[in-house]
Nanobody
Framework: QVQLVESGGGSVQPGGSLRLSCDAS????????MGWYRQAPGKQRELVAAITRGGRTNYADSVKGRFTISRDNAKNTVYLQMNSLKPEDTAVYYCNAKPYGTGRNYWGQGTQVTVSS
């Protein structure tokens, strides 16, 4: 069983920055593919960014060049650095873990990000 705890959300003005963190426990973190998803009111949950066990990353087109996903296997943590935030980035952001070879998905409880002037 993998437990995920997100932190770092909050309110920020357009153009501002936030860094989300997701602390993982319950398995060998380095074996997890990790990702950040978001869900805005009335919309489906969507992938924002992902990083594989090997460090390969991919991003939603809407955040390319503004967001950066990274991981620290020594700290069992994945990060999402969000720069040049826009009002349309407002959503609940969820951390996701896919442990290698299990076919399972684990989710954090979510952290709210609000971008507004």
């Amino acid at each position: 069983q993998v437990q995920l705890v997100e932190s770092g959300g909050g309110s920020v003005q357009p153009g501002g920055s936030l860094r989300l963190s997701c602390d993982a426990s319950g398995n060998i973190f380095s074996l997890n593919d990790m990702g950040w998803y978001r869900q805005a009111p009335g919309k489906q949950r969507e992938l924002v960014a992902a990083i594989t066990r090997g460090g390969r990353t991919n991003y939603a087109d809407s955040v390319k060049g503004r967001f950066t996903i990274s991981r620290d296997n020594a700290k069992n943590t994945v990060y999402l650095q969000m720069n040049s935030l826009k009002p349309e980035d407002t959503a609940v952001y969820y951390c996701n873990a896919k442990p290698y070879g299990t076919g399972r998905n684990y989710w954090g409880q979510g952290t709210q990000v609000t971008v507004s002037s």
